[in-house]
């Protein structure tokens, strides 16, 4: 019987917003619009996620941050001999956050925040030529983050997060065998793991501002998730692995440090850069475990990964028109992690290039509303998997947007 590789991305892919590797990088409206840059923005509670120290320099007794994205994903392969092309059915990707932050003394301040950094849904046709390795994933993810964050003078903060990772999972794929086309569909919503986050910022002046941030690796467990299959000839029913009901599996996510630079070259222009870098290379491997309690049956597939680290270049530019409206525009480049042997269908990753662009309107009482839009290219690569003997040309590309709210207290 031919291998089926079950190649599971577990908690998120690259196509939900097309970061590096399954990172959706969609916590703050007006960061986003900003280019990603995050690590010295702190006008609300927001920036928890990005580095906990800006909560103690948020210049408000209570802050409440929330908004939400569109994401529409786009992806097409061709065979380069061939020409037998497919493109993704893709749904609309809603990630969310919600921030909020008190301040119980002037240089303490603690809050707490919900994000989704890992999420996507990604739909191939049944028919195409790697239909055994993903037909249609959908997952969710959630990052519940306590923080604290305390100022020791006007200039220096330092803050931390405990980070608690909550998602679900379903991934469907088709294998061929003795001529039947067998669905299989694993699914899981209740997958889990633990981090933190730490972080410093550095405001010497009014003009110039600076931020070091760390989030740490985060292992997410599926503990016995539901194994489904469909169409198996009743002569394979009770065989491995098609007699197996259940699974696990463990996806490491990347630990990330970003150092960043806020400066403010006019009264109404400041600009913004940050540099990313992540540690995809401890994803060496993806080992997902089919089993049988009853029958006390167990089949293991190994995918192997090999993804290398990569850097991630942001830069933004916020102008203000008036005190009430601010423009803001942003750009990244983010290499992808994944080389072209271990490509696959389920993370499909390029180099990508951003072009963002947003609004800020400041209303009375303490409320700001915001409005990002941006544009995600990818760099069409050739890919050649080794593991699945998968070739093709790579085209993808990402519709991005969003709508923000803020209410600060003072």
């Known amino acids: 019987m031919k291998k089926i590789f079950l190649t599971l ?20 409206v007006r960061q986003a619009a900003l280019g990603g840059t995050s690590s010295t923005q702190t006008r609300d509670a927001s920036v928890a996620f990005y580095n906990p120290a800006g909560l103690a320099f948020v210049d408000s007794k209570l802050s409440i941050a929330v908004g939400g994205f569109g994401v529409k994903t786009a992806v097409k392969w061709q065979d380069p001999l061939t020409l037998q092309k497919s493109e993704t059915d893709n749904k609309l990707g809603t990630p969310m956050y919600v921030a909020v932050s008190y301040k119980p003394a002037d240089d303490v301040a603690i809050g707490i925040s919900v994000t989704t950094p890992f999420g996507s849904s990604v739909t191939w046709p049944e028919d195409w030529p790697n239909k055994a390795n993903i037909t249609h994933i959908d997952l969710k993810a959630f990052n519940i983050q306590p923080t604290i964050a305390y100022r020791f003078n006007d200039w220096f903060s330092i803050g931390a997060g405990f980070i608690y990772t909550h998602g679900t999972a379903k991934l469907e794929k088709i294998q061929t065998v003795a001529g039947n086309d067998i669905k299989l569909k694993l699914e899981d919503k209740d997958a889990h793991g633990l981090g933190f986050n730490i972080g410093a910022m550095f405001k010497p002046n009014d003009k110039l501002g600076v931020g070091i941030a ?15 299959w469909t169409n198996v000839p009743s002569a394979l029913s009770a065989n491995v692995p098609f007699n197996t009901d259940k699974w696990n599996t463990v996806l490491p996510l ?8 806020s400066y403010k070259v006019l009264p109404k222009l400041e600009l913004f850069g940050d540099i990313v870098w992540a540690n995809w290379t401890r994803y060496k491997s993806l080992d997902i475990n089919l089993y049988n309690d ?18 991630v270049f942001r830069f933004g530019a916020e102008y203000s028109f008036t005190d009430n409206i601010q423009g803001r525009v942003g750009y990244y480049h983010d290499k992808s992690p994944v080389p072209s042997a271990y490509w696959s269908s389920e993370t499909p990753s390029a180099n990508l290039n951003s072009f963002s662009a947003g609004l800020g309107i400041k209303l009375n009482s303490g409320f700001y509303v915001d409005l990002f839009g941006s544009y995600v290219q990818g760099e069409e690569r050739h890919v050649n998997n080794i593991a699945d003997n998968f070739v093709g040309d790579v085209k993808l590309h990402a519709i991005n947007f969003g709508l923000g709210v803020t209410y600060n207290l003072k």
Do not use: C, H, M
């Open 214 to 228: 760390y989030r740490s690796n985060v292992d997410v467990s599926a503990n016995k998730g539901d194994v489904t």
């Open 9 to 28: 991305a577990l908690i998120g892919l690259s196509s939900s917003a097309f970061a590096g590797g399954y990172r959706v990088a969609l916590q703050g």
């Open 254 to 261: 990347p630990s990330e440090f970003t150092f960043g630079l």
């Open 294 to 311: 009853a029958s006390n049956t167990f089949y293991t597939s190994t995918s192997k990964k090999e993804w290398k680290d990569n850097t």
